[in-house]
């Protein structure tokens, strides 16, 4: 897929822990597109992933959580990984930074178990979104819980599975599809 975003600005918030498969793939095809791109984390300057059974790569970070503004960014893509968005969800920024991009309509990515980061801000009623459907925080939202591959509600596109390249080319399509309706 040959998708421009140049001129966009998109955050990626990771934490240690993170998916490093599914952070790497989705940077390095972000980065294709020519947006800018910026890595936030609760980390002060390198976040540690996680691949595969054990710890990772370290990835450089390129501003803390709490410095940085949603209103600075176009996007926001969430990567998965169990340790990672246990961290995240126990940082009020995190709820913050999510609530603003929901609150604000601007494009969302969140990709298997950063789903329920975007239950947080407690701002999916009526939405849908690709998750476990006996997750009882996603139910609680009262957002409309699919288990499927890929859900698309409006800004939100929420994905799930192993496919790395289905779920890029999903993202990037979404991504680009939302810089052509804002500029409309």
Known sequence: ????????????????????????????????????????????????????????HYFPVDQNIGDALGSDYDMMVLVGGERGIAKLAQNPHTKRMVGHFLDAMKPVVAMNEAVSLLAMPGKLEGRSVAGDTTDPALAATGANVADETIVQDGNLMTLRGEDMTALIEAMLGHLANAEELAAA
């Open 1 to 56: 897929m040959n998708t421009s975003l140049t001129g966009q600005s998109i955050v990626m918030l990771i934490a240690n822990g993170f998916n490093e498969i599914e952070f790497t793939e989705a940077q390095r095809a972000l980065l294709k597109t020519g947006a800018t791109l910026k890595v936030v984390s609760p980390e002060k300057s390198v976040a540690n992933g996680w691949h595969g059974a054990g710890w990772g």
